[in-house]
Antibody
Framework: VQLLESGGGLVQPGGSLRLSCAAS????????MGWVRQAPGKGLEWVSG????????YYADPVRGRFTISRDNSKNTLYLQINNLRVEDTATYYC????????????WGEGTLVTVSS | DIQMTQSPSSVSASVGDRVTITCRAS??????LAWYQQKPGKAPKLLIS???TLQGGVPSRFSGSRSGTDFTLTISDLQPEDFATYYC?????????FGGGTKVEIK
């Protein structure tokens, strides 16, 4: 049972990245999923959540309009498209599985680091 | 948005001590409150859901309680592996929000 994120890296302000989260060991299509980020040395910040079917989506205000969450249940994969990146988006991005409903999160990936810098 | 005010931000304690961490919600969240433990360089781990339900495999020295909009995580008989940062999180409404964290350090 695991989540494995990929797609992080160093990007210039205004750039884009697509994060992926591959799920295994559980029935991915029956659970809501989310992204949580953590800036270096800071606390946890919820970013976005998606229902198990992908038809209900929620965003935190700082990312709404720039980030897009999606999922492909046929590939057991969660995505986060992040556009128009800002320096303050620099963080480790965690993929997380909802236990009952959207939260709390009972399974987390190891995280992928996104660094926004010129 | 629901604000989660967590205190203290850090606490120094010794092995065997009892540690209490508090989280106050800015409005009612019923019992939609979770506690996580995070160790340096690692992902958070869910300890408690629904304010007081211990997750499988979590030692019984961890407990959670609720009084109105105040929530408490108690670690009794602190063990070396418990030195970490703890976060509360409300799961009542979007946006989901976390407390600022409490770092439990070795005295």
């Amino acid at each position: 049972v695991q989540l494995l994120e990929s797609g992080g890296g160093l990007v210039q302000p205004g750039g884009s990245l697509r994060l992926s989260c591959a799920a295994s060991g559980f029935t991915f299509s029956t659970y809501a999923m989310g992204w949580v980020r953590q800036a270096p040395g800071k606390g946890l910040e919820w970013v976005s959540g998606v229902s198990h079917r992908g038809d209900s989506i929620y965003y935190a205000d700082p990312v709404r309009g720039r980030f897009t969450i999606s999922r492909d249940n046929s590939k057991n994969t969660l995505y986060l498209q992040i556009n128009n990146l800002r320096v303050e988006d620099t963080a480790t991005y965690y993929c997380a599985k909802g236990s009952t409903g959207y939260s709390p999160f009972d399974l987390w990936g190891e995280g992928t680091l996104v660094t926004v810098s010129s | 948005d629901i604000q989660m005010t967590q205190s203290p931000s850090s606490v120094s304690a010794s092995v065997g001590d009892r540690v209490t961490i508090t989280c106050r919600a800015s409005q009612g969240i019923r019992s939609y409150l979770a506690w996580y433990q995070q160790k340096p360089g690692k992902a958070p781990k869910l300890l408690i859901s629904a304010a007081s339900t211990l997750q499988g495999g979590v030692p019984s020295r961890f407990s959670g309680s609720r009084s109105g909009t105040d929530f408490t995580l108690t670690i009794s008989d602190l063990q070396p592996e418990d030195f970490a940062t703890y976060y509360c999180q409300q799961a009542s409404s979007f946006p989901l929000t976390f407390g600022g964290g409490t770092k439990v350090e070795i005295k």
